[in-house]
């Protein structure tokens, strides 16, 4: 998988398309850009330091994105813990013990909260930092469309079942790739 991957540009191919899709039609570029338009910056300065401290970080960030999308879309349903009505995503699989950076996703949120209360989804706050991280890491750049809902809910069996296992064939590589409306190009792009 993707050791080798973080910040290359072939993740770029698969992250501009997660970026694009998800709630879709609505999103933009320019979203925020007269609610809240010191959003961009607040998120770059924290994922900035952040990576600044641990340069893993930029890649825990980026798969945090990426296994966000696979649940119920490009959501935040990756960020919400356990509640008495669901089991949530952290604890599945793909990410129990393995996914990281958390506190930094918290800290831009309190960051933009600070600036704009109650404006900026999570859901796009993670879809920035995720870019800003391939950015400080030395990848490329894009422009990441906003405007996402965040979600109430979360699916503990939708993250064990969506997301790909290490043990993987390339049979269900691709059906999972394609159950998120990913062709086996961005697949092979991304598996460099
Ligand atoms: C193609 C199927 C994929 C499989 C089977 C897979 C599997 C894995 C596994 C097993 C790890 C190690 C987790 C650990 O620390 O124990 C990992 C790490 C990672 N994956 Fe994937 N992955 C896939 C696709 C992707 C994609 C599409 C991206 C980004 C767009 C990605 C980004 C990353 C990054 C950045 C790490 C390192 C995270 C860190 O060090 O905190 N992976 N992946
Ligand atoms: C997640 O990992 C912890 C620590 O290894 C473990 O105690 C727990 O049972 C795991 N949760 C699930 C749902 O597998
Ligand atoms: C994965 O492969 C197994 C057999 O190797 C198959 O039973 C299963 O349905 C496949 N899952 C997906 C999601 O394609």
Redesign the pocket.
């Known amino acids: ?3 080798g ?2 910040a290359s540009a072939l ?1 770029f191919v ?2 501009v398309v ?1 970026a694009a899709g998800g709630a879709s039609a609505q999103l933009s570029t320019g979203f925020y850009s007269s609610s809240c338009p010191g959003a961009l910056g607040a998120v770059a300065s924290v994922v900035q330091s952040a990576v600044a401290k641990e340069p ?5 960030i ?2 945090l ?2 296994h966000d999308c696979f649940v119920q879309g490009c959501d935040g349903s990756l960020l919400l813990d356990d509640t008495a009505s669901f089991q949530g995503e952290k604890t599945a699989m ?1 990410n129990n ?5 958390f506190e930094v996703i918290d800290a831009i949120k309190v960051a933009v909260e600070n600036i704009c209360p109650g404006v900026v989804s999570c859901a796009d706050v993670l879809a920035i930092a ?1 870019r800003d991280s391939v950015v400080a890491l030395g990848g490329p750049n894009w422009a990441v469309k906003v405007g996402r809902r965040d979600s109430t809910t979360a699916s503990f069996s939708g993250a064990n079942n969506n ?6 064939g390339l049979a269900n ?1 691709t059906s ?2 394609a159950a998120q409306g990913l062709s086996q190009k961005d ?1 092979v792009a ?2 460099e």
């Open positions: 998988m993707a050791a991957m973080n993740c698969l992250l997660m893993r970080m930029g890649a825990s980026l798969r994105f990426f793909p013990g393995s996914v990281r950076g995720a997301i790909p296992p290490p043990t993987s590589l999972l790739f697949m991304l598996s």
